[in-house]
């Protein structure tokens, strides 16, 4: 699938929204779930790296920071 962004005056958007509501093929995201998968993609990025980080941690390849430590730091 492949992604269009087009900029419609707002005298013609009306207009256009009508002729591309009736393309069966074209899928039309709100602006507010654009935001929403932005932000599931950023946290599920933020896991991802997060268990990359105990990962390492479990190889010896990065140094664990002791809870009381990290505690102290608030």
Do not use: C, R, W
């Amino acid at each position: 699938m492949k992604q269009l962004t087009i900029n419609i005056k707002d005298n013609k958007y009306k207009f256009f929204k009508e002729l591309v509501d009736s393309m069966d093929f074209v899928k039309i995201i709100s602006e507010k779930e654009e935001k929403n998968k932005k932000k599931k993609d950023a946290l599920i990025k933020s896991i991802k790296t997060g268990l990359d980080e105990v990962e390492q941690i479990k190889k010896g390849k990065l140094k664990s920071v002791p809870l009381k430590d990290l505690l102290n730091e608030l």
